[in-house]
């Protein structure tokens, strides 16, 4: 069945270091790739999202591109902010009939002043 | 901006009690969505719901769960008989045809 691996964290960085987060999955079909940030206490917010290869999503400062080569959509960010602590989710949506999301396990990222 | 409403945002409730957690999606959205994060853990997905039936649902979903969307505008889930391991985060997700997932900001479920 389909799955979404994501790297382990937490990630522990210092304010305006480079951020990767790295993410591959498996899948059927064609899927759409996405990319959830949850603040702490606070729900799930879409960050961006591709639903084809070789797309670029970018919100926020983040990127990502949909490899389908390499089944990967690892999210980047150059200069991260204290602001940028949350937990992230790599995410797919293989049938857009119901668009039923497979996560992944979500990686913490802890950005110090 | 819309958004989807979810209440209560915390319930604690005894193991073995009936608990309706609600939804309110945003009110031209098509597609329902009910999913769980248990502390630490992956967010699961349950179960979906469109033109009035459940259209997908996964193994957690069992019979101790149900959906209902009494009157066109809230969008419930019942868990009937709670167990200790139902305590998680449950979020509700609404969206139309060709668009992401609008979120709520959850309710804790903390069964003692």
């Known amino acids: 069945g389909d799955s979404v691996t994501q790297m382990e964290g937490p990630v522990t960085l210092s304010e305006e270091a480079f951020l990767t987060i790295n993410c591959t999955y498996t899948?059927?079909?064609?899927?759409?790739l996405f990319w959830y940030v949850q603040y702490p206490g606070e729900g799930l917010q879409l960050l961006l999202k591709?639903?084809?290869?070789?797309d670029k999503g970018s919100n926020k400062g983040f990127e990502a591109t949909y490899r389908k080569e390499t089944t990967s959509f690892h999210l980047e960010k150059g200069s991260v902010q204290v602001s940028d602590s949350a937990v992230y989710f790599c995410?797919?949506?293989?049938?857009?009939?119901?668009?039923?999301?497979?996560f992944g396990a979500g990686t913490q990222v802890v950005v110090t002043p | 901006e819309p958004e989807v409403t979810q209440t209560p945002s915390h319930q604690v409730t005894q193991m073995g009690q009936e608990v309706i957690l609600r939804c309110v999606p945003i009110?031209?959205?098509?597609?329902f969505y009910w999913y769980r994060q248990i502390l630490g853990q992956k967010v699961e997905f349950l179960v979906s719901?469109?033109?009035?039936?459940?259209?997908?649902k996964s193994e957690i979903f069992d019979d101790q769960f149900s959906v209902e969307r009494p009157d066109g505008s809230n969008f419930t889930l019942k868990i009937r008989s709670t167990k200790l391991e139902d305590s998680a985060m449950y979020f509700c997700?609404?969206?139309?045809?060709?668009?992401?997932?609008?979120f709520g900001s959850g309710t804790r479920l903390t069964v003692v």
């Open positions: 995410a797919l949506s293989e049938d857009d009939s119901w668009g039923k999301l497979q």
């Open positions: 591709a639903t084809k290869a070789d």
């Open positions: 899948a059927t079909g064609y899927p759409s």
């Open positions: 719901f469109y033109n009035n039936e459940i259209s997908e």
């Open positions: 997700a609404s969206r139309i045809q060709g668009t992401g997932y609008t």
């Open positions: 009110s031209n959205h098509l597609y």
